[in-house]
């Protein structure tokens, strides 16, 4: 083969890969996500969760609109979003926005925040002297040992309560999930804390968040909790994709880092309570 012949083939080569790499850009429309409708804070269909405001910052730098593929965040969720496929044979979406960092279903990018289980009781009501979980510990016994808890089954609080010797204290355990999707994750706790039923709860971080954000004529404690030997209260969350998605793993990674800044200020906007790595508390 000549080397003009040569040349000829590169360039011919070339220009395959660029009209193949132009097709695949072109046929990406929309960010697409992968979400609950119902399951505040982080995301519902009227876009007021966190995790959709920070999928917006991420389209935006894409100069991408976010197209939504919803399902209840429950068993199935991973199943029948981020690895179904539609009626054209092209999967629903590629995004989760929000699972726990090394989650087995899925490739996780570098946590992009981390918060930790609150304790949360109403201002008022004999406990406003709790600013930290080692001051409910110090607490006089005759006054601890009245305190009623609520807490959600494979809470980590509950360990947490075990240990310092008050799981005798639960007044009422709640499922983990809701047979209702609609139902909001930490709904029944906060309902009964506002009714009195219950003294005080531990809810992940978000959540208690949230509560008192959603209350703002309600005087609600936020107390994060650090972890402690034996009892991990902090956790990292992380943005996933399908398996074998190198590349959007690695794209979605970069736009995490670079729009940081944002995605802090919309998390504390939020009220998440926020902790480094380690759970070190601020």
């Known amino acids: 083969m000549t080397a003009a012949r040569q040349l000829g083939v590169a360039l011919a080569a070339v220009a395959a890969i660029a009209v193949s790499a132009g097709a695949v850009a072109a046929e990406r429309t929309a960010f697409k996500v992968c979400a609950d409708p119902h399951y505040l804070p982080w995301s519902n269909q009227a876009g007021e969760g966190y995790e959709n ?107 947490w309560l075990a240990k310092h010797g008050m799981l005798d204290q639960i007044e009422i355990a709640y499922a983990s999930q809701h047979g209702n999707p609609e139902v909001q994750p930490g709904q029944l706790e906060q309902e009964d804390l506002l009714a009195d039923k219950i003294d005080a709860t531990v809810m992940w971080g978000p959540i208690a968040g949230y509560f008192a954000r959603s209350n703002p004529d309600v005087p609600v404690a936020v107390v994060p909790m650090a972890s402690e030997p034996g009892v991990r209260l902090h956790f990292g969350i992380s943005a996933g994709v399908r398996f074998g998605q190198k590349e959007q793993k690695e794209e979605l990674q970069k736009l995490l880092d670079e729009h940081a800044e944002s995605i802090v200020a919309i998390l504390r906007e939020h009220g998440v309570p926020l902790v480094n790595a380690d759970g070190a508390l601020p």
């Open 53 to 159: 405001r920070i999928a917006a910052v991420l389209a935006d730098a894409l100069n991408l609109p976010v197209e939504y593929t919803w399902f209840p965040q429950r068993m199935g969720f991973i199943r029948n979003t981020l690895r179904s496929r539609g009626p054209d044979g092209e999967y629903k979406c590629d995004v989760v926005m929000g699972l726990p960092t090394g989650f087995e279903l899925a490739i996780t990018t570098e946590p992009y925040y981390h918060s930790t289980y609150s304790l949360v009781y109403v201002k008022g009501r004999g406990l406003d002297d709790v600013q930290s979980a080692e001051d409910l510990v110090a607490l006089d016994p005759t006054r601890r040992d009245k305190i009623r808890f609520g807490i959600a089954e494979r809470n980590p609080g509950t360990v």
